[in-house]
């Protein structure tokens, strides 16, 4: 079969069973272009909470098919691949964060939505980097501990200086591991081109870029500029997009080492076989887990707008 014909395939059978297929960002262009909705972690979010059919596949990464089932637990939702799991979201469980918890009495605990959903029922709000620096700012409270990503924490921290904001050592390996020499080095062969960057880099990096915002922020943010030539700092997957909705303008990777290789473990095939019925996996969670964690989601989802 051509990659067209799976991709009919797979349309045809989602009308079928009456199955929405969310995918984030990362997801590689075939399977964006199947997708009912894609976008960033906070537009997912939303959008799981509205989704009107019977079946949701999640191509993107366990924490993400996690939030569609605590948003509708109704639905049958399904992790387009099993193995697919977000490394900082395992670098912190509920244990762990019970025990600081107990060193920052009386601050709020704000959670990046890249946690499990078991540590989410510790946590008092959630937020994603598109939306954290709003929400940290509505908190009514000026003690905040953030988790588990220091180096968003430190960005909005930057936008936010009237809060008192302690960070844990967490982060993305993935957009952590940029380095200012490849920053310079990618400076130095672009000379025109703006930098735009994800809040999970490292400050030293972010200091430097023209823009710091989100994946749907930087898509946004280039498609509307009046720039030409763009240097991407996130994700290797968003130059792909990028690079069929501006076919005039220019994008280069600022780092080979940006590729996610969880966000890329799912591929059409795997779509093909969700939508069959006889792929990845279903995300089974009890009522308890559910209430709980849906109440920092909530939350998220109320301040943030
Ligand atoms: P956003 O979708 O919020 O930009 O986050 C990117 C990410 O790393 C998802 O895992
Ligand atoms: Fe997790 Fe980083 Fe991959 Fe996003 S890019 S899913 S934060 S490891």
Request: proline content about 4%.
């Amino acid at each position: 079969m051509t990659v067209r014909e799976v991709q009919d395939e797979i349309i045809r059978l989602k009308k079928e069973n009456d199955v929405c297929i969310l995918a984030h960002s990362y997801q590689t262009h075939d399977i964006i272009e199947v997708a009912d909705f894609t976008g960033d972690s906070y537009a997912l979010s939303k959008m799981a909470a509205k989704v009107p059919n019977k079946t949701v596949i999640m191509c993107g990464v366990r924490f993400m098919a996690e939030t569609v089932k605590i948003l509708s637990p109704e639905k049958k939702v399904i992790l387009s691949s099993p193995t697919a799991g977000c490394p900082m979201a395992e670098q912190m469980d509920k244990e762990m964060i019970c025990q600081v918890k107990e060193k920052f009495p009386g601050y709020t605990v704000v959670a990046y939505i890249n946690t499990t959903a078991e540590l989410k029922t510790v946590c008092d709000v959630c937020v994603t980097s598109s939306s954290a620096v709003k929400i940290v700012n509505a908190i009514d409270n000026k003690n905040i501990l953030f988790i588990p990503d220091c180096n968003l924490g430190a960005f909005v921290a930057k936008q936010v200086p009237e809060k008192n904001i302690e960070l844990l050592r967490g982060g993305c390996p993935i957009h952590a591991s940029v380095k200012v020499r490849e920053v310079e080095q990618a400076k130095k062969r672009h000379p025109d081109a703006l930098l735009l960057v994800h809040p999970e880099c490292i400050p030293a990096v972010s200091e430097k870029a023209d823009y710091v915002g989100s994946t749907s922020g930087i898509m946004e943010f280039a498609k509307n500029s009046d720039g030409t030539e763009f240097i991407i700092g996130t994700e290797n997957s968003i130059l792909q997009h990028l690079q069929y909705e501006c076919p005039n303008k220019k994008f280069y990777q600022l780092s080979q080492g940006l590729i996610c290789k969880n966000m890329k473990e799912t591929t059409l095939v795997d779509v093909l076989n969700c939508v069959k019925g006889e792929g990845g996996e279903e995300i089974v969670m009890d009522e308890k887990m559910i209430s709980e964690a849906k109440k920092c989601i909530d939350k998220m989802i109320e301040l943030g707008g």
